[in-house]
């Protein structure tokens, strides 16, 4: 005699997750149930790193608030960039964000001096793996005495994953 072996298919209850199956899918809820148990209906395919699509971008020319992180999400920086034409006196333009608790300049145009003209320095930062800023915090601009342009690009990830 063989022994009776039982499966349990594992049941979603995340609406985010049940969301993406519909949207991703293409299934209709006034056409088709919509799919609880996996392998009930579907074939789950683990994305380990999935793609994300930036959907912040901010550019601002003056030293202020670029953004304010979400407190019910995960705000990640994928980029920033600070440009600067000096006019004459000693200064630097900088992006600072908080991480940790702890606020961090991420990109800075340096030290800018200029003697009979114009010098202008930038500082690009692309990051290869996406910074996580902390949840309810700021990303601010500071701007010395020089003209300023600065902007960063990120994308928000909800608490339920989407």
Do not use: W
Request: charged fraction near 15%; charge should be neutral; aromatic fraction near 4%.
């Amino acid at each position: 005699m063989s022994p009776l072996i039982q499966i349990q298919m594992a049941r979603v209850n995340n609406s985010g997750t049940i969301k993406r199956i519909l949207d991703d899918g293409g299934i209709q809820t006034s056409v088709d149930e919509p799919p609880h148990q996996l392998a009930g209906k579907i074939v789950p395919v683990l994305i380990s790193n999935p793609q994300r699509h930036c959907n912040i971008v901010r550019n601002v020319t003056s030293g202020t608030t670029m953004y304010t992180t979400p407190t019910t999400g995960d705000f990640y920086l994928v980029s920033a960039y600070v440009g600067a034409v000096d006019t004459g006196a000693y200064s630097s333009n900088t992006i600072s964000v908080v991480i940790d608790g702890k606020t961090q300049i991420i990109a800075s145009t340096g030290a800018l001096q200029t003697v009979g003209g114009n010098t202008s320095g930038t500082c690009n930062v692309n990051l290869s793996v996406p910074l996580k800023i902390d949840r309810g915090s700021v990303i601010t601009s500071t701007k010395g005495s020089s003209n300023g342009e600065f902007g960063i690009i990120g994308y928000v990830v909800e608490e339920n994953g989407v």
